[in-house]
């Protein structure tokens, strides 16, 4: 994809910072409506995100375009392990997740923005942004671009939310994943099935997703500070799965996720903050790719309006963004407290209760909120532990 330049004196609509998700779903969102956006990004494009690339059916369906030419496999189902003890599996009709290679899934998503006349500049690393005289500029290798609003899509170390002085106290778990190239009697046994298993670590789980060519394997901790010993819990991981014993790793790599539920400033003058930037990935299983788009759709709506006004404000983003999604995460965190606390009661749960299974993915396919998938757990709660009491 050729980069497109432009004269550091021109001032744009929309500056993008961070082509992920997020800021190519804003970007294209804005140039669809006809704005002047550029993208920074500091990566060239394709590039390698550590990310399991489980993009779940209400962030595909969220997408304003087709994504499937983007998408790997079409999950048929999950299988619940523990410990790497296989407890169930579940079929699941309509599909609630898809997998991608985000490389991949990245890149086809800012070619869409681009192909609305959204311009980008790869290999751009922002160093500061700061608003004066009615504009906000930004310092890139490239020279100072100017721009009337810009973005922070710059993922969950945001040089653009430092710069501001927004969300100076995020709080964020950890999650490692292995690419690993395994035979093809490995990738036919997992088949188009994802693996969750909650026995694999403390305070988060493991998984497997398939890939067309190989699986995905990684641990999440949903719990702030440093994981320790995460690698070796993933090695551990990757032995206790039976179709797993044969592999080569193809890269392996770990990466903060932020513990969205906290309320905060998400906007500041002329800016906003979309996707991890934002610390929007829920404080369960980390799903961020939904959240993602979700904010981008809501900061494209925001900006469309202010960049009318004399007076721009933004503040109606951060009011949407903690009504919409932040108060749903605070349910989802009661959630995660009570599966981490109990994760094997709750395997268990989710093994013999219809009502979970319908809860839980109802919330992947968007059907339910995590405040009603706390309710079904909150009633599940006391048969499974009578239950238990009688098996002794
Ligand atoms: C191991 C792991 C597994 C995960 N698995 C899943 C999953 O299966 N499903 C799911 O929904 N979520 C998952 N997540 C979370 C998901 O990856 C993120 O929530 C998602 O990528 C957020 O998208 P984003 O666009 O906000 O940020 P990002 O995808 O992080 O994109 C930020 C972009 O900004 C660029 N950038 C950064 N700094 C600068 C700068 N200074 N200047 C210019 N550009 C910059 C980066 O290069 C990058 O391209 C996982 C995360 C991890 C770590």
Not at 70 to 80: K, Q, R, S, Y
Not at 119 to 126: A, D, E, K, R
Not at 333 to 347: E, I, M
Request: charged share 15%; net charge positive; aromatic share 8%.
């Amino acid at each position: 994809m050729p980069n497109r330049d432009r004269r550091s004196d021109l001032i744009y609509d929309v500056i993008v910072v961070g082509a992920g998700p997020a800021g190519a779903v804003l970007a294209y969102l804005l140039a669809k409506r006809g704005m002047d956006v550029l993208i920074l990004e500091k990566s060239t494009l394709p590039r390698y995100k550590v990310c399991g690339g489980g993009v779940t059916s209400k962030a595909i369906k969220l997408l304003p375009f087709d994504a499937s030419p983007a998408l790997e496999v079409t999950a048929a189902g999950g299988i619940l392990s523990y410990a790497g003890k296989p407890i169930t599996e579940v079929n699941v009709h309509p599909s609630v997740a898809s997998t991608v290679m985000r490389a991949q899934f990245d890149h086809f998503l800012v070619q869409q923005a681009v192909q609305q006349d959204a311009h980008l500049l790869t290999g751009q690393s922002v160093s500061q942004v700061g608003v004066s005289d009615g504009l906000v500029r930004v310092n890139t290798a490239a020279g100072d671009i100017s721009a009337r609003m810009l973005a922070g899509a710059d993922g969950v170390n945001s040089v653009v939310a430092r710069s501001m002085g927004l969300l100076p106290h995020r709080k964020t778990g950890v999650a490692i994943e292995a690419e690993l190239a395994v035979p093809a009697s490995a990738i036919t046994a997992q088949g188009p099935y994802a693996t969750f298993d909650f026995g694999a670590i403390p305070n988060g789980y493991g998984w497997v997703f398939p890939k067309r060519d190989h699986l995905s394997v990684g641990v999440y901790q949903a719990r702030p500070g440093k994981a320790v010993g995460i690698q070796k819990i993933l090695k551990r991981y990757i032995a206790s799965q039976s179709i797993l014993q044969e592999n080569q790793m193809i890269s392996v790599k770990g990466h903060q996720i932020p513990l969205g539920g906290r309320k905060a400033p998400l906007h500041k003058d002329r800016v906003l903050l979309v996707g991890d930037a934002a610390n929007l990935a829920d404080p369960w299983i980390g799903e961020g790719i939904y959240y993602a788009i979700l904010s981008a759709h809501i900061a494209a709506d925001v900006i469309a309006t202010a960049i009318e006004s004399s007076q721009p404000d933004l503040s109606e983003y951060s009011t949407r963004v903690n009504a919409e999604i932040v108060r749903q995460f605070s349910y989802a965190q009661l959630f995660a407290r009570l599966v981490y606390q109990f994760p094997w009661l709750c395997s268990q749960l989710l093994r013999k209760s219809n009502m979970m299974k319908t809860a839980v993915f109802g919330v992947l396919r968007g059907d339910f909120n995590f405040q009603q998938l706390l309710m079904a757990l909150l009633r599940s709660f006391p048969n499974i532990i009578a239950d238990s009491l009688k098996r002794g």
